[in-house]
């Protein structure tokens, strides 16, 4: 249900720009998030949305330099990271789970049961 793009070479220092679109369309309360996978490590939590877009949380790894934004009328949710480094390479999942608590961790892969399959941010020095 949920298909991440816009991933690909960018050079140090850059921007880029990630999209989720999901396939088919909801009216139940859809919280998203995105994670990062690097060779050798495990999944990371990047960012997440409320429903609404009225909530935001970011890793410390991002914050200051990232933005979650989300258009449901589109059925779809970005991330925008700017000022990318070499540790932002990765593979990056957009993820999303029915519900409207927000007092969970949402920084934990195990809350999301919808998950896209990846896409690849190789940032280039």
């Known amino acids: 249900q949920l298909q991440a793009s816009g991933g690909g070479l960018v050079q140090n220092g850059g921007s880029l720009r990630l999209t989720c679109t999901v396939s088919?369309?909801?009216?139940?309360?859809?919280?998203m998030a995105w994670f990062r996978q690097a060779p050798g490590k495990e999944r990371e939590f990047v960012a997440a949305?409320?429903?609404?877009?009225?909530?935001?949380r970011y890793s410390d790894s991002v914050k200051g330099r990232s933005t979650i934004s989300r258009d449901n009328a589109k059925n779809t949710g970005w991330l925008q990271m700017n000022t990318v480094k070499a540790e932002d390479t990765a593979v990056y999942y957009c993820?999303?789970?029915?519900?409207?608590?927000?007092?969970?961790?949402?920084?934990?892969?195990?809350?999301?049961?919808?998950w896209g399959q990846g896409t690849l941010v190789t940032v280039s020095s």
């Open positions: 993820a999303a789970r029915v519900t409207t608590d927000l007092t969970m961790d949402l920084s934990v892969p195990t809350l999301y049961n919808y």
């Open positions: 088919r369309r909801t009216n139940s309360p859809l919280l």
């Open positions: 949305i409320s429903p609404k877009g009225t909530v935001t």
